[in-house]
């Protein structure tokens, strides 16, 4: 097995322990909730990146001033996006009905 795909596996498998944490479930609330806020006056690819340099300045600021980096704060904020884009694209072109 690559080091990568033992990486991948060891992320993978400590994700749902992760999810369990409050911390963890506020970055997925928060990122969920600004995509879809920038996404209602933005296009969804600057809301996309806006969100991702949002949470990445807020792992930065948590680096100096705060509890720390945190790739896995990073990792809830991508799932909270990922969980987001859906209902983004749902509401930037409605399906014809």
């Known amino acids: 097995m690559?080091?990568?795909s033992a990486l991948f596996q060891s992320?993978?498998?400590g994700v749902p322990a992760l999810?369990?944490?409050r911390d963890k479930q506020k970055h997925v609330a928060?990122?969920?909730g600004l995509y879809l806020l920038l996404v209602s006056f933005?296009?969804?690819?600057?809301?996309l990146v806006t969100t991702l340099l949002?949470?990445?300045?807020k792992e930065v600021w948590d680096?100096?001033?705060?509890?720390?980096?945190?790739?896995?704060d990073l990792l809830s904020n991508c799932i909270g996006i990922g969980l987001a884009m859906p209902i983004?694209?749902?509401?930037?072109?409605?399906?014809?009905l």
Request: charged share 0%; with cysteine; hydrophobic share 45%.
């Open 88 to 96: 983004g694209w749902l509401l930037i072109s409605p399906p014809s």
């Open 11 to 13: 992320v993978v498998s």
């Open 19 to 21: 999810i369990a944490q």
């Open 63 to 72: 680096k100096y001033y705060g509890s720390g980096f945190c790739y896995y």
């Open 42 to 47: 933005a296009s969804l690819w600057c809301a």
């Open 2 to 4: 690559s080091l990568l």
């Open 30 to 32: 928060c990122s969920f």
């Open 54 to 57: 949002i949470g990445l300045a």
